[in-house]
Protein backbone atom coordinates (compact mmCIF):
# COMPACT_ATOMS: atom_id res chain seq x y z
CA UNK A 1 0.00 0.00 0.00
CA UNK A 2 1.85 3.36 -0.68
CA UNK A 3 1.94 5.70 2.10
CA UNK A 4 3.08 9.75 1.74
CA UNK A 5 4.26 11.45 4.35
CA UNK A 6 4.87 15.36 3.82
CA UNK A 7 6.86 17.19 6.24
CA UNK A 8 8.77 20.65 6.39
CA UNK A 9 5.72 23.06 6.28
CA UNK A 10 5.57 26.07 8.72
CA UNK A 11 5.30 29.51 9.02
CA UNK A 12 7.46 32.34 6.92
CA UNK A 13 8.12 35.97 6.30
CA UNK A 14 7.01 37.05 2.48
CA UNK A 15 10.40 36.15 0.79
CA UNK A 16 11.29 33.90 2.48
CA UNK A 17 11.86 30.06 1.64
CA UNK A 18 10.55 26.51 2.67
CA UNK A 19 11.65 23.13 1.97
CA UNK A 20 9.10 21.01 1.72
CA UNK A 21 9.48 16.61 1.64
CA UNK A 22 7.60 14.14 0.52
CA UNK A 23 8.42 10.39 1.31
CA UNK A 24 7.06 7.77 -0.68
CA UNK A 25 6.75 4.24 0.35
CA UNK A 26 4.45 0.72 -0.25
CA UNK A 27 6.26 0.32 -4.03
CA UNK A 28 8.84 1.04 -6.26
CA UNK A 29 7.28 4.14 -8.43
CA UNK A 30 9.75 3.41 -11.68
CA UNK A 31 7.35 5.15 -14.63
CA UNK A 32 5.21 7.17 -12.13
CA UNK A 33 4.41 10.86 -11.74
CA UNK A 34 4.86 12.28 -8.23
CA UNK A 35 3.35 15.94 -7.81
CA UNK A 36 2.84 18.96 -5.26
CA UNK A 37 -0.47 20.52 -5.06
CA UNK A 38 -2.07 22.90 -2.50
CA UNK A 39 -5.76 23.75 -0.97
CA UNK A 40 -6.88 26.83 0.75
CA UNK A 41 -10.02 26.63 2.28
CA UNK A 42 -12.79 26.88 0.14
CA UNK A 43 -11.17 26.43 -3.12
CA UNK A 44 -10.32 23.57 -5.27
CA UNK A 45 -7.44 21.63 -5.06
CA UNK A 46 -4.47 23.53 -7.21
CA UNK A 47 -1.79 21.99 -9.01
CA UNK A 48 1.82 23.50 -8.25
CA UNK A 49 4.71 21.03 -9.62
CA UNK A 50 4.95 17.80 -11.09
CA UNK A 51 8.27 15.41 -11.54
CA UNK A 52 8.39 12.20 -13.74
CA UNK A 53 10.01 9.13 -11.64
CA UNK A 54 12.21 8.04 -14.00
CA UNK A 55 13.12 10.67 -15.99
CA UNK A 56 12.93 13.73 -13.68
CA UNK A 57 11.19 16.10 -16.29
CA UNK A 58 9.35 18.87 -14.96
CA UNK A 59 6.09 20.76 -14.92
CA UNK A 60 5.08 24.05 -13.00
CA UNK A 61 1.98 26.37 -12.47
CA UNK A 62 2.28 29.64 -14.09
CA UNK A 63 2.29 31.27 -10.30
CA UNK A 64 5.10 29.66 -8.76
CA UNK A 65 7.83 29.07 -12.46
CA UNK A 66 11.13 30.78 -11.24
CA UNK A 67 10.35 30.53 -7.35
CA UNK A 68 9.46 26.92 -6.83
CA UNK A 69 12.06 23.56 -7.76
CA UNK A 70 10.58 20.09 -7.37
CA UNK A 71 13.12 17.29 -7.51
CA UNK A 72 13.37 13.67 -6.26
CA UNK A 73 15.60 11.71 -4.52
CA UNK A 74 15.00 8.05 -5.92
CA UNK A 75 17.09 6.40 -3.36
CA UNK A 76 15.50 8.08 -0.34
CA UNK A 77 12.14 7.84 -2.10
CA UNK A 78 11.47 11.11 -1.46
CA UNK A 79 10.27 14.04 -3.23
CA UNK A 80 11.34 17.58 -2.79
CA UNK A 81 9.49 21.14 -3.31
CA UNK A 82 11.99 23.94 -2.51
CA UNK A 83 9.35 26.89 -2.55
CA UNK A 84 11.28 30.64 -2.75
CA UNK A 85 10.29 34.41 -2.67
CA UNK A 86 7.36 33.10 -0.93
CA UNK A 87 4.46 35.40 -0.92
CA UNK A 88 1.10 35.62 1.14
CA UNK A 89 -0.96 33.90 -1.67
CA UNK A 90 1.23 30.54 -0.96
CA UNK A 91 -0.46 30.33 1.81
CA UNK A 92 -2.10 26.31 1.42
CA UNK A 93 -2.29 23.10 2.75
CA UNK A 94 0.28 21.67 0.25
CA UNK A 95 -0.03 17.75 -0.75
CA UNK A 96 2.31 14.86 -2.57
CA UNK A 97 0.46 13.07 -5.07
CA UNK A 98 1.02 9.87 -7.24
CA UNK A 99 -0.10 9.15 -10.36
CA UNK A 100 0.32 5.69 -11.36
CA UNK A 101 0.81 6.53 -15.11
CA UNK A 102 3.57 8.33 -17.10
CA UNK A 103 2.00 11.11 -18.71
CA UNK A 104 2.27 14.03 -16.46
CA UNK A 105 -0.94 15.81 -15.18
CA UNK A 106 -2.55 18.60 -13.80
CA UNK A 107 -5.97 17.45 -12.44
CA UNK A 108 -5.90 16.41 -8.95
CA UNK A 109 -8.89 13.60 -10.19
CA UNK A 110 -6.25 11.73 -12.13
CA UNK A 111 -3.55 11.33 -9.33
CA UNK A 112 -3.75 7.83 -7.98
CA UNK A 113 -2.44 8.21 -3.78
CA UNK A 114 -2.30 11.47 -1.16
CA UNK A 115 -0.58 12.23 1.19
CA UNK A 116 -1.90 13.97 4.83
CA UNK A 117 -0.71 17.39 3.81
CA UNK A 118 1.35 19.91 5.72
CA UNK A 119 0.13 23.83 6.20
CA UNK A 120 2.51 26.67 4.82
CA UNK A 121 1.36 29.98 6.27
CA UNK A 122 3.27 33.49 5.13
CA UNK A 123 3.09 36.13 6.55
CA UNK A 124 3.29 39.88 5.06
Do not use: H
Not at 5 to 18: D, M
Not at 37 to 57: D, L
Request: charged share 20%; proline share 3%; with cysteine.
Amino acid sequence: QVQLVESGGGLVQAGGSLRLACAASGRTFSGYVMAWFRQVPGKEREFVAAIGWSGGTTNYADPVKGRFTISRDTAKNTVYLQMNSLKPEDTAVYYCAVRARIIKTTTPETYDYWGQGTQVTVSS
